[in-house]
C-alpha cells in the first residue's frame, strides 16, 4: 500500500481559512470512497468529510457546514476547504480511503487554530 501525503496545514487565527490537499493514488481514487479524518493528542482519529465515489459527500457533526470536501478527477486530488476555524479544529489532519486503510496512514498535516 502507498502511504498519502497530506498538506496544506498551519497557523490560522479563529475565524480563519485553510485549504487542505490530498494526492490519492489513482487505484484508490476510482474505486473507494476518500476522505479526510482528524486526530488531537490522547483521541482516536475522527471522520472530517468523505465523498463518495457516487459523489455524495458527508460530513462529522461538527462541521456544521464550515469544510467542504472535493475531489480533482484529473489529478487524483481531494481536497477540504476549511472556513470559520475554532481552536477547536485544531489536529493532525489525514487523507484515506473510507473504510480507512490501515496501511495508507500518512503523516498528516498539522492545523493550529489560534484564539
Known amino acids: 500500500q502507498v502511504q498519502l501525503v497530506e498538506s496544506g496545514g498551519g497557523l490560522v487565527q479563529a475565524g480563519g481559512s485553510l485549504r487542505l490537499s490530498c494526492t490519492v493514488p489513482?487505484?484508490?481514487?476510482?474505486?473507494?470512497?476518500v476522505g479526510w479524518y482528524r486526530q488531537t493528542a490522547g483521541n482516536q482519529r475522527q471522520m472530517v468529510a468523505l465523498?463518495?465515489?457516487?459523489?455524495?459527500?458527508t460530513y462529522g457533526a461538527f462541521v456544521k457546514g464550515r469544510f467542504t470536501i472535493s475531489r480533482d478527477n484529473a489529478g487524483n486530488t481531494i481536497y477540504l476547504q476549511m472556513h470559520n476555524l475554532t481552536p477547536e479544529d485544531s489536529a493532525v489532519y489525514y487523507c484515506?480511503?473510507?473504510?480507512?486503510?490501515?496501511?495508507?496512514w500518512g503523516q498528516g498535516t498539522q492545523v493550529t487554530v489560534s484564539s
Open positions: 484515506n480511503s473510507f473504510p480507512p486503510s490501515d496501511d495508507s
Open positions: 489513482r487505484s484508490i481514487f476510482n474505486a473507494n470512497h
Open positions: 465523498s463518495q465515489a457516487n459523489g455524495v459527500k
